[in-house]
Nanobody
Framework: QMQLVESGGGLVQAGDSLRLSCTSS????????MGWFRQSPGKEREFVAA????????YYSDSVKGRFTISRDNGKRTVDLQMNSLKPEDTAVYFC???????????????????WGQGTQVTVSS
């Protein structure tokens, strides 16, 4: 069983940057591909970014490509999401998730993720 805890959310203005961090309790964290998802009020949860177990492969949704960067530190058991040029439409609860090692190259599909954090709120004012 893995626990994931997100941090770093908050209230910022459009154009600002914010860095989210997610810490895992799993000793074998390095084996897990990781992802970030978000959910806005009244909307389905959506994919934001994902990374392979090694960190060599990354995926981004079209809406954040070029503005957000996912990274991981397997030694610290963390995965971060650097968010630049934030827009009001980025306002959401952001979730960190871990997929089973079988998806070692990374996955963008929510259904393939097994462990989820509790989420952290990001609010971008215009």
């Amino acid at each position: 069983q893995m626990q994931l805890v997100e941090s770093g959310g908050g209230l910022v203005q459009a154009g600002d940057s914010l860095r989210l961090s997610c810490t895992s309790s799993a000793r074998n964290f390095a084996a897990y591909p990781m992802g970030w998802f978000r959910q806005s009020p009244g909307k389905e949860r959506e994919f934001v970014a994902a990374m392979s177990w090694s960190g060599n492969t990354t995926y981004y949704s079209d809406s954040v490509k070029g503005r957000f960067t996912i990274s991981r530190d397997n030694g610290k058991r963390t995965v971060d999401l650097q968010m630049n040029s934030l827009k009001p439409e980025d306002t959401a609860v952001y979730f960190c998730a871990a997929a089973p090692p079988v998806y070692y190259t990374g996955t963008i599909y929510e259904r393939e993720y097994e462990y989820w954090g509790q989420g952290t709120q990001v609010t971008v004012s215009s």
